[in-house]
């Protein structure tokens, strides 16, 4: 996964900033370097994906400036066979195209990159620094400034604690320059919308997906598949399989007495013929895991910390028992496609606002979950249903058309990939469950239960008076709230709030962002 730091001050303080930094030597455990540029520190732990010889370590130096990266670019070889007119490359590394692009674009280059990545650059000739993040976030970056007001970044909040008094996440499809953060991409925003016959649209759907599951096969490192035995990750899953000479790897978890999912996940894993693992946990592991999840992701969010567990725990035996390095994943579709709850929606521009907002703000969810399990147990995580053109295109949809008229959830993917035969009809018409939940259903009422345990009704309510933004509403929000500040003593702001449905709409005013509570739920927990 790689993680990156910046401080960007000639005052900076080499020992504090190697202490914050090697809060995430996890992240790239291959190798670390620090630069020092004379105005400022890049720091940079190497996990190594792509290019794996010694010359693909960063910072990368191109005359006076430098950069570091956490990224995948994809298609990179066509950019880099146009600078390589100019430019003589001493590596495989797909970011070392990064500089030399720099020196010819400037800024106009992070709109070029298809991509997910989080980098920072020093440019020498200016003697200042900028930043920047993928349009959706899915690589991580926070930033804080110090006493004296110089800015820092960092792949983590750890990493920033003990340097900032408030930390922020990075804002995705931004770069930062002189000071402020610019937009060079709003992924949600729509230039006009698709007029497309369904069967056109679903057309273009399975083939822009297949694209973005192939592009992210490419590694040098070994691949691993998360399976749950849902929609998504089933579909990733089976067009990697037929798009692989060997039998792909799959990872699938669940409690050892109602795990919803394990026997969906097998049920796919035979039907691709993947080679398949099984990982199954308890109670006590799940309650001894509870501290450490949330102190890796660095969120007090119930949903998010919930469908942690399960994937922490998947992929912490992955890298303990493989040596896979690279994790395909299914985050992204919900928000795209519709959750449980986005069958109450009014009417189509609700769903689209509702989309429009999910994406902005997913890097502080799902993704945030997604990179934090998997980059913590030193695996780098990819996510196809977030390649750009994909979801340029799903948002560009008429949002009538993504309703839930059908009767059947995500009715334009499972009628996308229909004819392929890639899946099981009973997979692939299969109703949501929430990916929490399918681990067991048992594993959110032990947390549930455990919170409860912890406080009286009088301390529950005492306790929660001392916050004013995000408020704790459940025994559940304010354990993991509590357990969060230890860590992360007054940055809740780094979370907008709790992800609940939308409670404006009829049947989504729940008091837990399980889609068990909702009237919908229906068949999906069977």
């Known amino acids: 996964m790689c993680s990156i730091m910046g401080y960007c001050s000639s005052d900076a303080d080499l020992e504090l900033f190697k202490t914050g930094f090697c809060e995430t030597i996890s992240r790239g455990p291959d190798d670390s370097r620090i630069l020092d540029t004379g105005k400022g520190l890049l720091g940079f732990h190497r996990l190594a994906i792509m290019g794996l010889h010694p010359e693909g370590m960063q910072p990368f130096s191109l005359g006076k400036n430098a950069i570091v990266c956490n990224g995948e670019i994809y298609g990179f070889e066509k950019l880099r066979k146009e600078l390589e007119q100019e430019y003589v490359f001493q590596s495989d590394s797909d970011c070392e195209i990064l500089l030399p692009l720099y020196e010819k674009y400037g800024t106009d280059m992070f709109g070029m990159l298809d991509a997910e990545y989080a980098l920072i650059l020093y440019d020498g000739e200016k003697g200042e620094f900028l930043a920047a993040r993928d349009p959706i976030g899915i690589r991580p970056l926070y930033y804080g400034y110090d006493e004296k007001g110089a800015i820092v970044f960092a792949s983590e909040p750890k990493n920033l604690v003990k340097l900032t008094r408030k930390i922020m996440p990075f804002p995705p499809g931004h770069y930062y320059q002189n000071g402020a953060f610019i937009c060079y991409c709003d992924i949600t925003k729509v230039e006009g919308v698709l007029t497309d016959d369904l069967e056109t649209v679903c057309r273009n759907i399975h083939d822009k997906l297949v694209s973005g599951i192939e592009k992210r096969l490419i590694a040098d490192a070994k691949v691993g598949f998360l399976l749950s035995g ?221 919170a409860d345990s912890c406080y009286t009704d009088e301390e529950f309510a005492e306790k929660c008076r001392k916050y004013t933004f995000a408020v704790p509403f459940t025994k559940e929000s304010l354990l993991y709230r509590e357990i969060f500040e230890e860590y992360y003593p007054g940055q809740a702001e780094m979370v907008v709030d709790f992800w609940m449905p939308n409670k404006e709409w009829e049947g989504c005013n729940v008091n837990d962002p399980s889609a068990r509570v909702l009237a919908n739920y229906g068949a999906s927990g069977e």
């Open 230 to 450: 849902g929609l998504d990750s089933s579909l990733v899953c089976a067009v990697a399989a037929r798009k692989s000479v060997q039998p792909i790897r799959t990872f699938a978890i669940g409690m050892e007495k109602d795990a919803i999912d394990l026997k969906y996940a097998k049920q796919v894993a035979d039907y691709i013929h993947s080679d398949h693992t099984e990982v199954i946990i308890d109670r006590d592991i799940v309650l001894s895991s509870l501290r450490k999840v949330i102190y890796y992701l660095g969120t007090y969010d119930i949903t998010t910390i919930r469908a942690s567990m399960g994937m922490y725990l998947v992929c912490e035996a992955i890298h303990k028992n493989t040596d896979v390095r690279v994790i395909l994943t299914g985050e992204i579709s919900d928000e795209l496609f519709g959750y449980k709850y986005t069958d109450f929606a009014p009417d189509a521009e609700a769903f689209q606002k509702e989309a429009q907002k999910r994406i902005h703000e997913i890097h502080m969810y799902d993704v945030l979950r997604a990179d934090r399990c998997i980059s913590v147990n030193s695996l780098e995580a990819r996510v196809p249903f977030g390649d750009l053109d994909f979801v340029k295109y799903v948002m560009a949809i008429d949002p009538e058309m993504k309703l839930n008229k059908y009767n059947k959830g995500k009715y334009l993917l499972r009628h996308a990939f229909e004819k392929d035969g890639c899946l099981p009809e009973e997979i692939l018409w299969r109703e949501k469950a929430a990916f929490s939940d399918a681990v067991g259903h048992s594993m959110v009422d032990d947390l549930k239960e455990f």
